[in-house]
């Protein structure tokens, strides 16, 4: 077990932050703001992110299980237990809302076209389409609420209990 992540993974760590950001903050907003055919265009961008998204996601987890990194001693117990529960949350919510995504575009009222080339709409159906749309803004509602407790937790190990804590990520 290392101490330390690899650069590789530092790397990951940043662009996924960046982009999932975008995407719960800004891209999700767009697609629900637009129309038509607008709306086709962003959410073509969308999705397309969004496989982007899952496919560096399951490489930072290929490249943890490699390199596996001890929690930090100068933390409690409990806060060790919670950031590794957090952090496997992050993964399969990831995943989750990627999937849920997927699966409400392929019911949704107009083609859903990944990268603009894959459609992957079967056909309109009004009661999966928003069985997945709920799945989706839940679990997009729940990685804020982590992400916001994954910031603040490294805010105060770094500020109150003056951790080198963001040390490890940079």
């Known amino acids: 077990m290392s101490t330390s ?3 590789g993974q530092k790397i990951l760590h940043w662009l996924l932050a960046v982009m999932l ?16 055919e607008e709306k086709g265009m962003i959410l073509m961008f969308h999705s397309g992110g969004a496989i982007v998204i899952l496919g560096l996601m ?8 490699r390199n596996t990194v001890a929690p930090m001693a100068e933390l409690k117990v409990w806060e060790q237990t919670w950031s590794v529960r957090l ?21 949704f009222e107009q083609d859903v076209r990944v990268f603009g080339v894959v459609n992957i709409t ?40 003056r951790i080198a804590f963001l040390k490890r990520m940079t």
């Open 5 to 7: 992540y690899t650069r």
């Open 21 to 36: 950001l975008f995407w719960l903050f800004v891209s999700g907003n767009l697609v629900e703001a637009a129309e038509g």
């Open 58 to 65: 399951l490489w930072r987890l290929r490249m943890r299980l």
């Open 87 to 107: 952090h496997w949350a992050f993964y399969g919510l990831v995943c989750l809302m990627v999937l849920s995504g997927i699966l409400q575009g392929m019911f």
């Open 122 to 161: 079967l056909g309109h159906n009004e009661g999966l389409m928003t069985l997945f749309h709920n799945i989706h803004g839940l679990t997009a509602n729940l990685l804020k609420a982590g992400i916001a407790l994954h910031i603040l937790a490294a805010l105060k190990h770094q500020l109150v209990d």
